[in-house]
């Protein structure tokens, strides 16, 4: 029954609906939050279905397997949503022991591969939901528009997963890609050219419908898109629902004006896909890359700024588990010498630090040095 009316009917009806709208020419929807909560919705459904798990490799060398997961989240999550990302770390990677301190390195590598995830995303449109909206309300949901921050963002990255591979090397199980991962890969390569192409999620979502229903998985898209919602995508849709709703009744004017410069990352601070929806549309590409760059360097600071974080670093870090330097940069940490141990939230806003200082050097010079709205003319960006 749920094959035949979501799948079937269901399906046939949006895609008819989105088909129609295209070949019209008119847009089903025109505010650019209500846009990103249905591409949210339409990623959420996705990844969830299509089960991709992250790749492990070069296995049986923990420095450059560490090296690689690193550079990987990072640059995967120009794809689809830093949140599935980030949960994938926390629950589809299997760590091995190995060393002495190896539930501490665990814990760096996975912060620093979530870091990288939460920030090199907002290279393409579709990488970060404190992204897309931003992209949306300044016409750049295109496939190049994010390209030049990659200048600023890519070498950072590299330069984390080079310290996580020298410092904190870990061993992880190499991922088996039998025919189910292949098949993850194909489904979610064709999901996305749907939405790029088209850009249209009614469309999309309609398809993705169509087809679980003709291959009878219906109740597993149904299944796995409640798993996704579950493990933190609710709560960052709730957000943009939120920022829909501030638009409509018109109280997101009080709160635009601090939503610029260093009120973007401060913004991003307290919650990144809020202040991505919210934000007003500015009128060059500087302060377009500026914004862009703002959201980045906030959104990672603590774990509920991306709200992904919080799900998954709520454990306790033991005083035992740190290495001696660790236990000389960290032993001030509330609870970490009396009680033995801490929140993993607090371990997590500390490692990040020297990270966004890093991003955020990196940024200013790039901006400052115009470098990057010269890459962006270059390709033909325009505001």
């Not at 035949?4 to 650019?32: A, C, H, N, Q, R």
């Not at 909560?37 to 450059?64: H, S």
């Not at 190499?174 to 009614?202: C, N, W, Y």
């Amino acid at each position: 029954m749920e094959g035949i009316i979501i799948g079937v009917l269901l399906g046939l009806g949006m895609t008819y609906w989105g088909i129609t709208s295209l070949l019209d020419e008119v847009k089903i929807v025109d505010s650019p939050v209500t846009e990103t909560l249905l591409v949210a919705i339409y990623l959420t459904m996705l990844v969830g279905f299509v089960g991709f798990k992250l790749p492990v490799f070069f296995a049986n060398r923990p420095r450059l397997s560490t090296f690689c997961l690193v550079v990987f989240a990072g640059h995967i999550s120009l794809l689809f949503d830093s949140f599935a990302v980030v949960l994938l770390l926390a629950g589809g990677i299997t760590f091995i022991p190995y060393g002495e301190f190896s539930r501490f390195n665990q814990f760096v590598v996975k912060v620093v591969a979530a870091f990288n995830a939460l920030t090199v995303g907002g290279g393409f449109y579709l990488g970060e939901l404190w992204g897309l909206p931003w992209f949306i309300s300044n016409g750049q949901a295109n496939l190049i528009a994010g390209f030049p921050v990659l200048i600023a963002a890519t070498p950072v990255c590299l330069a984390t997963a080079w310290l996580a591979a020298f410092f904190t090397p870990v061993k992880m199980e190499a991922t088996k890609f039998d025919k189910d991962q292949t098949r993850a890969g194909i489904e979610f390569v064709i999901g996305l050219l749907i939405i790029i192409m088209t850009h249209s999620p009614i469309l999309s979502i309609g398809l993705l419908f169509l087809y679980t229903g003709v291959i009878g998985k219906t109740p597993r898209l149904v299944k796995m898109t409640l798993h996704e919602l579950e493990g933190g995508a609710a709560v960052a849709l709730s957000l943009i629902f939120f920022a829909l709703i501030l638009t409509q009744t018109g109280t997101a004017q009080l709160i635009q004006p601090y939503l610029s410069g260093l009120g973007m990352f401060f913004g991003a601070m307290i919650s990144s896909p809020f202040a991505g929806a919210i934000a007003p549309p500015v009128e060059t590409l500087y302060e377009f890359y500026a914004g862009l760059f703002f959201l980045m360097n906030g959104a990672p600071v603590f774990v509920f700024s991306s709200l992904v974080a919080i799900m998954v670093f709520k454990e306790t870090l033991q005083y035992e588990d740190l290495p001696p330097r660790a236990k000389v940069i960290l032993g001030w940490v509330p609870g970490m010498k009396s009680r033995g141990y801490t929140q993993e939230a607090l371990v997590y806003t500390i490692v990040v630090t020297p990270m966004i200082l890093l991003l955020g050097t990196a940024s200013y010079i790039a901006m400052q040095s115009g470098i990057i709205v010269t890459a962006a003319m270059m390709l033909g960006v325009t505001i």
